[in-house]
């Protein structure tokens, strides 16, 4: 019997370092996953709680994201959603859609985000009712994708326009890269407090086997290097005081790229 209570977000370990995530709507029993590394673990986790998945929501096309697919459309009958750029590259779709298009999970209604950069056609999937934006891989927890397709400006874009989603949004990204992602972002902000805080619990967790993700986007406002690229503060450390945003988020990606 469905209950009253709200919007479940539960993360699920899968492959190496990769992360799904179920998205549960209790009013009508209805659930999601996001990206299907392997289809196992998110059948467990289905099975444990007693959920019947009803959709897939595809970010991006790359293996680690959606190898699983098949295997959990065949054994549920869900519904795949995926960006209708990148339908060539995707499993065949039910729902293709595109920036500012609505993806429904039971009662629950999410807008989808053009984040292109990591690859042309990435997507991110906000629902505000669970106070959620599922980004796999680009905005990551205190990092961002590699740009493997797109282009600087183009990921400066769509990492400005998850920025401005509200503070307490749970930002559920694609892979568990904290901890090195810590240590890069001190070599650009080392006087950052809060940063140095996130870094040491960062450390903690994964001495403990906890994961790291998902964060909350206030917390990536203020320690995340990549959302931090306009601020004077970085620039003058860079050496970049009267650079563009854009060209300066471009150099801490490079930065990162070696790092």
């Known amino acids: 019997m469905p209950s009253s209570t709200g919007p479940e977000v539960v993360t699920i370990p899968c492959l190496k370092d990769n992360y799904a995530y179920l998205l549960h709507d209790p009013a009508t029993g209805d659930t999601a996953v996001v990206d299907v590394p392997e289809a196992a673990p998110i059948a467990a986790a289905l099975k444990a709680r007693g959920w019947t998945l009803t959709d897939i929501l595809i970010t991006h096309h790359h293996h680690d994201h959606i190898g699983g697919v098949e295997d959990l459309?065949?054994?549920?009958?869900?519904?795949?959603?995926?960006?209708?750029?990148?339908?060539?590259?995707?499993?065949?779709?039910?729902?293709?859609?595109?920036?500012?298009?609505?993806?429904?999970?039971?009662?629950?209604?999410?807008?989808?985000?053009?984040?292109?950069?990591?690859?042309?056609?990435?997507?991110?999937f906000h629902f505000p009712e669970a106070?959620?934006?599922?980004?796999?891989?680009?905005?990551?927890?205190?990092?961002?994708?590699?740009?493997?397709e797109g282009t600087a400006p183009q990921m400066w874009e769509s990492l400005s326009k998850l920025a401005?989603?509200?503070?307490?949004?749970?930002?559920?990204?694609?892979?568990?890269?904290?901890?090195?992602?810590?240590?890069?972002?001190?070599?650009?902000?080392?006087?950052?407090?809060?940063?140095?805080?996130?870094?040491e619990a960062v450390d903690a967790a994964r001495a403990e086997g906890r994961p790291t993700v998902p964060s909350r986007l206030g917390e990536e406002l203020d320690t995340n290097p990549f959302l931090r690229a306009g601020l004077s503060g970085v620039k003058s450390h860079l050496g970049m005081s009267s650079a563009a945003d854009a060209e300066v988020f471009a150099e801490i990606r490079r930065r990162k790229d070696s790092f």
Do not use: K, Q
């Open 73 to 124: 459309r065949r054994a549920t009958g869900a519904e795949v959603w995926g960006a209708a750029a990148d339908a060539g590259r995707l499993p065949p779709l039910d729902h293709a859609v595109a920036e500012g298009d609505v993806v429904r999970v039971g009662d629950l209604e999410g807008a989808v985000i053009d984040v292109s950069g990591h690859t042309v056609g990435h997507v991110a």
């Open 131 to 148: 106070r959620a934006v599922f980004t796999a891989d680009s905005l990551m927890a205190l990092g961002c994708g590699r740009l493997f």
């Open 164 to 199: 401005a989603l509200p503070r307490d949004t749970l930002v559920c990204s694609g892979h568990e890269y904290t901890r090195s992602n810590a240590r890069f972002a001190l070599t650009i902000e080392p006087d950052n407090a809060d940063l140095r805080a996130r870094a």
